[in-house]
């Protein structure tokens, strides 16, 4: 059975539970029951995500000669929270069911309740398409059909009230629009709600051994502003020539009301940021930029096109002149993976305006001084982690019959990267295995197993996703000939034990990867 065969959500069950099955990811603190939203990485989990943070890692700072990385704290000064509108403007609109006693955020039950009506739309589309066949004009029904214009009407004013209300911090419209919309409580099925008030995302705790009001401190909800903070350090240090980036990546906390799908939106996660500094006027063209660099990033993966889709701001940031998604096509939709931002000189300006320090770049060649504008590239690592495992996560029916559950992980990013399996237990075939497990170890991730049949083994690698297998058998012993038997098509390639070192490294490295990379960032600069 392949996946498509599969309902989303069966997929999605699935996919939540053969991570937890097989080391990847656990509920924190399960013994207790677990911690919402917050989740641990188990023993592959751990290496999954440490490739892909040096896949970003490498590509950002090892590739751009003007990027260099950084390693900035998680507590900050309190003012750096209230200089980038954090303090201020982080709230999500919460309401409460009265009789289900469960919390929602009023802007995605709206959202939600919008998405109903358009999917009404595709329904009556996809009703007439069966009826009418060969000639149906999609266009012409769209634009006559009576209640499908009708639905459209609703749809739009209906957002343009919405975003009006969201942009206006209207909170008194938010609750007016779920109370005339009738949008109920998905779990007591009823419109009792509370008022609709703000809640600020930050979570605080208290520095130093005296809990007063001055020593309350942040965790912080974004690692930017590390960035930030630290541009003149790093300019005058590195004697940076704009335009040059800081990248850095690491955990950022954020008290999300409603936590759903999995490690999608945790209170607990990771993020990979870069901050590229330019002169004003020059950034639209960086915006640009970056853009397809980093939907390159992603596709340099091999992973099909169509998971892939910009979603371009319409309704900017105040302080933003351009900004995008790079959506990514998940178990449960299109949804955001990567914000690629341009946010002007908003955040050094605020800075310098709170801290009354100069944060300027200073132009030799114009002799000017300058508040550089940035473009900002930012990815969740752990949504990146749940992109990877959705794609890769295949329930395969075989040609004999068989069936079999495979991590189709891109090669490089795979946690284990070589299988050393003796054919059978005995002969002197594990001590052969084991000297050409130690040859291999210095150089991949290898795992060594000779328990039950090769079959079964095959399979419980294809379940961690491990491109390779090394199988060692009489071949093994009288000709130092091994069999190598590839994830995906399940292929067999005889090498020879001097050869399987760089056999292994064609399939598994990372550099060929870095250098169709850096071949493309040149081609766009
Ligand atoms: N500095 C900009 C910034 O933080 P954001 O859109 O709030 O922007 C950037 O976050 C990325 O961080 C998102 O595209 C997403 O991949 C990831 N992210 C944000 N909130 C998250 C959460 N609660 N859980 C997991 N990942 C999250």
Redesign the pocket.
């Known amino acids: 059975m392949m996946n498509t065969m599969m309902n989303q959500d069966e997929l999605f069950k699935n996919l939540i539970s053969h991570s937890k099955e097989y080391g990847f990811i656990f509920p924190s603190s399960e013994i207790y029951d677990g911690l919402a939203a917050v989740y641990d990485y188990g023993q592959l989990g751990a290496l999954l995500k440490n490739n892909i943070r040096e896949y970003w890692w490498r590509s950002m700072v090892q590739l751009h000669d003007n990027i260099v990385g950084i390693d900035a704290a998680i507590f900050m000064h309190p003012t750096v929270w209230k200089a980038s509108g954090h303090v201020d403007a982080f709230n999500d609109p919460l309401i409460d069911n009265k009789d289900s006693k469960k919390r929602y955020r009023a802007d995605q039950l709206i959202e939600e309740h919008l998405q109903k009506i358009s999917d009404k739309i595709e329904k009556e589309i996809e009703k007439a398409q069966k009826r009418f066949g060969e000639s149906f004009n999609r266009q012409l029904f769209v634009e006559t059909n009576p209640r499908v214009l009708e639905y459209k009407q609703k749809l739009e004013t209906l957002t343009t009230r919405y975003n009006r209300a969201l942009n206006n911090n209207d909170l008194v419209d938010l609750k007016n629009i779920i109370d005339e919309e009738k949008i109920v409580c998905p779990i007591s099925g009823t419109c009792n709600w509370t008022e609709v008030r703000q809640f600020n995302l930050m979570f605080s705790t208290q520095i130093g051994s005296v809990s007063a009001e001055a020593d309350k401190i942040y965790l912080r909800p974004?690692t930017?502003q590390g960035i930030f903070v630290n541009f003149l350090n790093v300019y005058k240090t590195g004697r940076m020539k704009i335009p040059f980036g800081i990248a850095q990546t690491g955990k950022a906390f954020?008290n999300?009301i409603v936590a759903r799908q999995f490690?999608?939106?945790?209170?607990e996660?990771e993020?990979m940021?870069m901050q590229f500094f330019v002169k004003p006027g020059e950034e639209l063209q960086w915006f640009e930029y970056w853009k397809q660099t980093r939907l390159a990033w992603h596709k340099a993966l091999g992973i099909d096109d169509e998971y892939y889709r910009y979603h371009d701001h319409e309704k900017l940031a105040h302080y933003a002149n351009a900004a995008t998604?790079i959506e990514f096509r998940f178990p449960f939709g299109f949804k955001?993976?990567?914000?690629i931002h341009s946010r002007t000189d908003f955040d050094l300006s605020a800075h310098q305006q709170y801290s009354g320090k100069k944060l300027q770049y200073f132009d030799a060649d114009t002799n000017e001084s300058y508040v550089p504008y940035v473009i900002?590239t930012?990815?969740?690592l752990?949504?990146m982690f749940l992109a990877i495992l959705s794609y890769a996560y295949t329930e395969e029916k075989l040609e004999d019959g068989t069936q079999r559950v495979v991590l189709r992980i891109p090669y490089v990013l795979a946690p284990i990267k070589v299988a050393v399996l003796p054919l059978v237990k005995r002969d002197g075939m594990p001590e052969k295995a084991r000297e050409i497990l130690h040859m291999l170890q210095p150089y991949y991730f290898c795992q060594y197993d000779e328990k039950d049949t090769i079959g079964r083994r095959y399979r419980r690698q294809d379940a961690i996703g491990t491109p390779l297998c090394v199988t060692i058998d009489q071949n093994t012993l009288e000709n130092n000939i091994v069999t190598v038997r590839h994830r995906d098509t399940m292929k067999q390639d005889n090498v020879h034990i001097n050869e399987l070192k760089n056999y292994i490294y064609e399939y598994i490295a990372i550099e060929p990867l870095l250098q169709k990379l850096h071949q493309h960032a040149r081609v766009l600069a």
Do not use: K, N
């Open positions: 974004e930017a954020r999300e490690i999608f939106r945790m209170r996660f993020q940021e998604d955001e993976l990567e914000g900002e930012s990815i969740g752990d949504r």
